[in-house]
């Protein structure tokens, strides 16, 4: 799959479309749902989601972006840097529902400065070395991955790409001034997969999605033997860092002060998690080179 040129017009359109259709589309999908004419599912912490594609559809498309990705960027391929990510994913995969992903997950250390992290359906997850050099230790790390995972889990991408093509039906139905054919089908694609961020398109996750991937994932990294308390502490830090040049990461986020609340709320659900966990990991971190200055991969 190769990316077709994306303009910051054709994005900036899309969510003045996404805008004037919202309260449409609320009420449309309310409607379908009722008439059951489509996917209607419930997500992992109780939303109506709507879901047009199986399961293999986006494990295809998680897949071949990755491919992509691994041409487009570095690859680290520093041992110890290797080894502390993989000892973090072994433990957060081994406690994911295998209806999520049968068999072994890719994971991927990307040599690039940029504070960034992703995870696809499909089992594939990227980690950047800049991201590595904001993380004090392996329980961050896993408070990041099973953020990552947690999209994965919530099936982020198959309810944005859905939700996607559902504006464009809804925009032909609602007769709107913007003909649903100016939108590139694989402008949606790449957007529901999240990867927008990487391809500098600003076309991130919903805040609704990133509240939900904090919670799905701290009871990931908490189950997994992590200390949940330093997911806070990340994102403490996360906030410092920020002050003076925001990380990719973040910009798509929540606020900091929300996101730390949400994750403090949640801690008295995820230490009982964490204090029964079987098997506590150690996973040293080691040194982190430092990374590659990697351009953004803009092909606008
Ligand atoms: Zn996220």
Not at 132 to 146: C, H, K, P, R, S
Not at 189 to 203: C, D, N, P, S, V
Request: charge should be negative; aromatic fraction near 6%.
């Amino acid at each position: 799959m190769s990316f077709e040129p994306l303009t910051f017009t054709l994005i900036v359109k899309e969510l003045t479309q996404r805008r004037l259709i919202m309260n449409f589309k609320r009420t449309l999908l309310t409607t379908l749902c009722i008439s059951s004419l489509l996917a209607c599912s419930t997500s992992p912490t109780g939303r109506n989601q709507l879901l047009f594609h199986s399961a293999g559809e986006l494990n295809k498309m998680g897949a071949q972006s990755f491919e992509q990705m691994k041409q487009d960027v570095p690859i680290s391929s520093d041992k110890a840097v290797n080894h502390f990510v993989q000892c973090v994913a072994d433990q957060i995969t081994k406690n994911v529902d295998s209806s999520v992903h049968q068999g072994e997950w890719e994971v991927v250390v990307f040599d690039s400065e940029q504070v960034n992290a992703f995870a696809l359906p499909g089992g594939k997850i990227g980690i950047y070395t800049g991201i590595l050099e904001v993380t004090e230790n392996d329980d961050q790390l896993a408070a990041i991955m099973g953020h990552e995972v947690g999209h994965v889990i919530a099936q982020h991408s198959n309810e944005r790409l859905s939700s996607g093509q559902l504006s464009q039906a809804a925009l032909i139905i609602a007769g709107t001034a913007v003909a649903a054919s100016d939108v590139d089908n694989e402008a949606l694609w790449i957007a529901g997969l999240g990867l927008g961020i990487q391809y500098g398109i600003l076309m991130p996750y919903g805040r609704t999605h990133e509240t939900e991937a904090d919670i799905i994932g701290q009871e990931l990294m908490a189950k997994s033997g992590f200390n949940p308390q330093e997911s806070v502490k990340l994102w403490q830090n996360m906030a410092k860092q920020s002050e003076s040049s925001p990380p990719e990461f973040l910009s798509t986020h929540p606020s900091h002060q929300t996101r730390i609340n949400g994750l403090t709320n949640n801690l008295k659900k995820t230490m009982p998690l964490y204090q029964g966990a079987s098997f506590k990991p150690v996973c040293d971190k080691p040194i982190i080179p430092t990374p590659k200055k990697h351009e953004v991969a803009t092909k606008s």
